[in-house]
Nanobody, 121 residues
């Protein structure tokens, strides 16, 4: 059983910062890429940032220069540092982990329940 749990959301003023955390726990062989996604009311879920097991990162244009994704492989943790937050960053933020249960070449996708981020203007 693999679980993905996000934490760190909350209410912040525009220009402020938040740090989201994602813990992948359970019984598995390895974690490949992990991504942060977000979904605002009435909008589709969109990619925010991803990080591979080797540390290669990718960001949506809307967050480049403001958000930083990082990971601690030994702790199965991935973080999203969000600076200079804007009201349009308001959304539920989800963590997604690509996890290999037994076969290191066969990954399954696991989602967390999400954490709310609200940026007040």
């Amino acid at each position: 059983q693999v679980q993905v749990v996000e934490s760190g959301g909350g209410l912040v003023q525009a220009g402020g910062s938040l740090r989201l955390s994602c813990l992948v726990s359970g019984s598995f062989f390895s974690i490949n890429a992990v991504g942060w996604y977000r979904q605002a009311p009435g909008k589709q879920r969109e990619l925010v940032a991803t990080i591979t097991s080797g540390g290669t990162t990718n960001y949506a244009d809307s967050v480049k220069g403001r958000f930083t994704i990082s990971r601690e492989n030994a702790k199965n943790m991935v973080y999203l540092q969000m600076n200079s937050l804007k009201p349009e960053d308001t959304a539920v933020y989800y963590c997604n982990g690509q996890v290999a249960l037994y076969d290191p070449h066969n990954y399954f996708s696991y989602w967390g329940q999400g954490t709310q981020v609200t940026v007040a203007s």
